[in-house]
């Protein structure tokens, strides 16, 4: 009964979504808006990454929004599985010499790689989310790797909230220096250059920061409670 | 004047900094939403008259406005503004002493990121950047109906959870197919657009955008999550998820579809489902014997007698429901911060053990009362003009459907009244229970000692009860603002214009 | 087969949306409709990608002064993708935060058995 209900209905958002993806030819130019960002886009923010270009930039307010939502899940995550304070750790196996010294060799140049992608973000494919991943596996490998080590939760929490913050000032910043939220007011510098593009590396690296820190605690959030 | 990106940035950066402050004093936590909350009013108070005539459109980043993200402070959106930041405020004194337990930091840092989610939702306009704070809303309120870590907060946050996220989803397919057929993601601009496609590639991404903001707005049969979720979360989280974030949420569905799809043939469809709603949610309030289960689904039907209102689509109509819902904010906000005192004293949810609470806490009772009276609609209450004008919108259409579908409504009220008095009787006409240690919920033990509500729960009350009572009285207070962000939101022209033609 | 070719990305984008609303719809276990619920926004994200997508585009970076502009995709949906992405994931972390609680409270995780709170 109920799987033919939901047959019915998928069947129904099937032939609705159809009958609409119809009209969207696929592989041919739709928006003006996308051209206008690849033309005008190295002359108006200065990062070669027309990408990171709008996510930073055209469209920093959304990044903004998707920065505090996964706050907000670190947040809830902590508060729902406040790790019990009657120490009932789980026995696990200490690791072999091989595993434990691999991981430990690993882990800088996995911090390094990621690090090396936030901060290329405005002149490679990457930014600060992906970086920020990355060194959230690291700190992953560590854990399932090397199993006593646990980071911080203090710095955690405040690596990720200064994260945050600065971004909301930049953005003030820009409001009080250009009297727009978000403008980009530091000079563009020339194309393809580390230095260059305005504020974006800046926000890059915040955000950077503040994925990594907080992917590593909600994955020791979620290690440590079960 | 202030620019409006403030009654975003600052509780937002406020919010990020909670843990910066909590590590030079420890009690902190608690004091800044009040702080950013009164930020909030006071800025949006500030613009309302200014935008009374014109709104006011912000760029973020300063490029032109299809090829940005833009604010649109109007009537209807700083309106809102002031409403999310009194009833935050209000909500959030009151938890000064009703939030003990758990991780009280990360409380207040959710419950002002979910109130910069609802502020954000209305002012922008930017069909990405809605899904985005949509979506802020969204989790912070999974989070915090989870918040007390019990069997039962946690079984209906799972099912929240897995309800809200699949609206988003459809939501999410619904702007990708705008996209594709439009090219931008600007409302106006979509809004200018919108006749040059065929009506039938239109309509059915409306429809998907509609179901997934639909069921955060709970329109039946989208509100399964509802009567679980308002019940099992802490008392003001409650009032915040009833008096705010459902009101978000049907304001986006009407957003949507005055602005961007213009009136159309959805609308009756609406009207009707917002009847069943109505129907729906008084029978299923009429059997309850939990108090808190019977206040969430009197706001499932309360939210459908708003959607009846907006859907008649005249400037009548529409003010009638924008009235309605401020209505509705002020008093079941007050009807939870009132019921989740009564159940602490009580130690139990069920109607029966209030009984003779009327003399045990006198002040909140009244507060309670005043509350329920105003929600039913009775003359000196808020409540009272509010329902008048939506059924003389109903009658003005001349329409025989909409006639029988104000009488069913005013058959809904009916019912209401006979549930709200049932509970006052048992309040102040039952003998007093002898008050035996009873076992208690986990969070809400009984508390023989105290007398009343303390302080800080009292005076939010107080001020909502005036609020209720002055603006029944005197409803010109508020018609003016009321009228004029209807029209703001059922003229399509008007709003296409002052975005494209802005010149920042 | 070429038209096949040119539609293949919105049919499995599609295919994953329909798979991912069935799990959620018809199964039980609350692990399988989280992963359920991971299949929908996966599709959804493929979707987005596919209608930015240009015949013979490349990724639009510049990369070095010279590079010609014509056939570069469209940024917009791949930023807009980079937003759902991170907030897929922060729903289902927080889904499965709650399933580790509701099992320690219930001992299963049987959709059909945690029924407590009943009309």
Partial sequence: MRRTVAILLLIIVAVGISLSLAKIPFGTPK?????HYIDEGIKETGAVNIVTSVVVNYRGFDTLGEVTVLFIAAMGLGAVLRAHAEGETRKTQ????????????????????????????HLTPGGGFQGGAIIASGFLLIYLGCRERRINQAASNLVESLGGLVFVIIGLLGLVSGSYFLSN????????????????????????????SELAGIIDNLIEES | MVNPVLLIAIPLGLAFA??????????????????????NLVVSLSLLAKVLENPVIISIGGWQPPFCINLVA?????LFSAIIALVGLLVSVYALDYIKEGATEKYHMLYLLLLTGATGVVLTG?????????????ISSYALVAYLRDKAGIESAVKYLIQGAVGSSLLLIGIGLLYGLFGALNMADIAQNIKSVSPISVFVPMVLIVTGLGVEAAIFPLNAWLPDAHSSAPSSISAILSGIAIEVGLYAVARVIFTIFGTSSILLFLALLGILTLLIGEMCAFSQNNIKRMLAYSSVGQIGLILFALAIATSYGVTGGLFQLVSHTLSKALLFLAAGYMIYRAGSMEISALEGMGKKMPLTCLAFTIGAFSLVGLPPF????????????ALATKETLFVVLISLALLGTVIEGAYFFRVVQVLYFQPVRYEKSSKGIKGEKPNPGSKDAPITALIPMFIFVVLIIVVGIYPKLVTDVLNSAASELLSRTEYIKAVLDSIL | MSFLGNYIYYIGAFGLILIGLYIILVKHNLIKVIIGLGILDTGVNLFLISVGYITKGTAPIFSSPGIDSEYMVDPVPQALVLTAIVISVAVLALALSLAIRLYQHYGTLNLRKIREQRW
Avoid: Q
């Fill in chain 2, 74 to 78: 109007g009537t209807v959106g700083v």
């Fill in chain 1, 94 to 121: 200490p690791a072999s010499l091989v595993l434990y010294t691999g991981c430990r060799l690993l882990f800088p140049l996995i911090l390094v790689f990621g690090t090396y992608i936030f901060i290329h973000g």
């Fill in chain 1, 31 to 35: 928006t003006k808006v996308g051209r």
């Fill in chain 2, 382 to 393: 808020m409540g009272f003009p509010s329902k008048f004008l939506i059924v003389r919108a």
């Fill in chain 2, 18 to 39: 909670i843990p910066l402050f909590a590590l030079f004093w420890k009690g902190a936590a608690k004091y800044i939403p009040p702080v950013a909350l009164v930020f």
């Fill in chain 1, 185 to 212: 007011f530091l000079p563009k510098g020339t194309a393809n250059m580390l230095l260059s593009a305005g504020v974006i590396p800046i926000i890059y690296i915040a955000i950077g920061f503040k994925v990594g």
């Fill in chain 2, 126 to 138: 930017d069909i990405f950047n809605l899904f985005v704070f949509f979506e802020i809303l969204c």
